[in-house]
């Protein structure tokens, strides 16, 4: 059984935000790096949509998180406290963050994304040429790079996929190299 059909048993056939049935999809919550049910969830495309692009939310379409905020899945428990924290300023969606509950694990997970956070706070990754960097994207070494603790040395032109931002420092970000996760300092990366 696939990753799709693993998500529509879990969910019953329903999007796990807001139970509708109507154009479902696979929605990775990053930054977990291990996707998979663990790490995923299915979600409408409405409510995809409303999560990637902040612009677009139509604050009553998130009234649903009422109830998805109670599911025994981290994936949906972090996506509903994201999207609670982004609407917080609403009222509504204060009181409900302040009844919900997220393990040490599950709230780190939650918070990594940045949600929450006044912009002013907000750490923002930047790449070697000013382009700003988001979890999941790509990136091109522009120098050859040595590994601490390891003989490996990391060649200029290296693509890294995927890459993890650091949550507490601006220069620092996470990608694997061959099959090693190695921290890298943004001066050193052009986005792709």
Known sequence: MGLLEDLKSRSGGKCEICAATANLKIYEVLPKTTGGVDGSLLGCDTCITQIENPDTV???HWRCLNDSMWSEHPPVQV???RMLSRLKSEGWPQDLL????LDDENLTWAKAMGDGVPEADKIIHRDVNGVVLNTGDNVV??????VKGSSMVAKQGTAVRRISLDPENAEYIEGKVGAQQIVIITKYVKKI
């Open 79 to 81: 996506v509903a406290w």
């Open 58 to 60: 139509d604050v009553n």
């Open 141 to 146: 070494l522009i120098k050859d790079l040595k």
């Open 98 to 101: 302040d009844m919900m509950y």
